[in-house]
């Protein structure tokens, strides 16, 4: 295909710019109708270009009608798990800070003086009941036991002859031999002498007691302290030469408020705590590390007086101790047993939220929407659940998950939550400081 080429002009060549021709003449009248046409041309296009924006903006604001539709559905129904609340009996295991003190001290100390021969344990060990733990050097109260031997023997001559002189003498006044103040002279005689074998006889005897005193023994078993005095000391009557203390069984101290005492005679006495005697309350021993003792313990003695100073009462548990692992001294936490809650509702502890104003659930109210129930909570209980005292009643549906996502008002789903292991047998209290140690 060819394509035809046009000459292209040059300056040199451009034509010359024809001369003004008059304003009548015929040669303008086509420039004024061509102006006309391009004024025209202006006005028409203005004129499209605004209907246009208003069909696009007319169009900006119309909607789809699936688009319209979607907008005004409801939001779906969130699924959630519920636990519907029924009155139930637990335990109430309040724990106590308590301290460990001996069942039994002695002070160990002379009873006669002398010089300390040998000492027969080792300090800080284990000593058994009647087992030797000093000597005194016997020999002084041996030979003084001798003399008071043969003092008696002696007496006790004298004794039969002044009984066989009376005897004669006695026979001798029958036939007016003898006069009767040589027969009643003979009877002192015999009394005399066996008031002298009485005396020899204590004295011996208290001779022996002192000999028995020389060895001291224990009287108790259990763990002895710090020798007070050591072999060849010189000691007295009554110095004190060790303490022993008994630790099995150990007793521990507690003390529990007025506050709480007044609390729990309230709810037993309104039928919703059953509160046995004291002397019937279990003691479970818990160590400052979190080991359990395996011995449960019993209280033995309740003060029954309030201390002023502090409004507490003391308590002191006895607790069997076969392998000493509880020391005299120590700071334990005891967790009194047997107390039983009647008709209480518990809620899991992922259930319960926190704030500054208190603890509060989200409920299951009516058509099923959420509900917000402030509560008031009690115990906590080991298996991760709270026991409410006020705030819920016993059918309503507390939400027990997706807590974060709910806002009162919003429309649920409920279904129970799965049975969860240990929810059927509620175990103890963890602990909750009522009180203090001794």
Avoid: C
Avoid at 341 to 355: F, M, T
Wanted: aromatic share 4%; charged share 25%.
């Amino acid at each position: 295909m060819s394509t035809e080429s046009h000459p292209t002009a040059t300056p040199s060549e451009a034509p010359a710019t024809p001369e003004a021709s008059p304003p009548d003449s015929p040669s303008q009248a086509p420039s004024r109708g061509g102006g006309r046409a391009t004024r025209l041309a202006a006005v028409l296009l203005l004129l499209g270009t605004g209907a246009a924006l208003g069909v696009y903006a007319k169009s900006g604001d119309e909607k789809p009608a699936g688009q319209a539709a979607g907008g005004a559905a409801e939001a779906p129904a969130m699924p959630v798990l519920v636990r519907t609340l029924r009155p139930e009996d637990v335990p109430y295991e309040p724990s106590v800070l308590a301290r460990t003190n001996a069942s039994h001290v002695v002070q160990v100390r002379s009873r006669v003086a002398g010089y300390l021969q040998e000492r027969g344990f080792t300090e800080g060990g284990v000593v058994a009941a009647g087992q030797l733990l000093f000597q005194i050097d016997p020999r002084p109260f041996q030979r003084e036991l001798a003399v008071h031997r043969a003092r008696l023997a002696g007496a006790e001559a004298q004794r039969d002859r002044a009984s066989k002189q009376l005897e004669r003498f006695r026979e001798l006044s029958a036939k007016r031999a003898v006069t009767t103040g040589e027969v009643e002279e003979w009877e002192k005689e015999q009394l005399v002498a066996a008031a002298e074998v009485a005396l020899h006889q204590a004295e011996i005897e208290a001779t022996e007691l002192d000999l028995d005193y020389a060895a001291i023994d224990s009287p108790i078993a259990g763990r002895i302290g710090e020798a007070e005095v050591d072999a060849g000391s010189y000691v007295t009557a009554s110095d004190l030469l060790a303490v022993v203390r008994q630790v099995d069984p150990i007793h521990v101290h507690f003390s529990v408020t007025e506050q709480i005492m007044l609390e729990l005679e309230s709810l037993a006495a309104a039928g919703k705590l059953r509160m046995p005697d004291y002397d019937q309350l279990r003691l479970g021993v818990s160590l400052s590390d979190g080991r359990a003792h395996p011995h449960e313990g019993r209280v033995d003695y309740s003060d029954p007086e309030l201390n002023a100073a502090t409004a507490t009462r003391t308590f002191r548990g006895v607790v069997p101790n076969p392998g000493h692992t509880l020391r005299p001294g120590q700071f334990v936490t005891v967790t009194v047993k047997g107390l039983v809650r009647l008709g209480v509702l518990r809620v899991p502890q992922r259930a319960v939220l926190h704030s500054p104003t208190g603890a509060s659930v989200y409920v299951v109210g009516k058509d099923s929407t959420v509900e917000v129930r402030e509560v008031q909570l009690a115990d906590w209980l080991g298996e991760g659940e709270w026991v409410v005292t006020q705030g819920l009643e016993p059918g309503e549906r507390v939400i027990t998950n997706r807590l974060m996502t709910l806002r009162p008002g919003a429309k649920v789903a409920p279904s129970e939550a799965p049975a969860e292991a240990g929810a059927a047998a509620p175990a103890g209290a963890a602990p909750v400081q009522s009180g203090s140690a001794r």
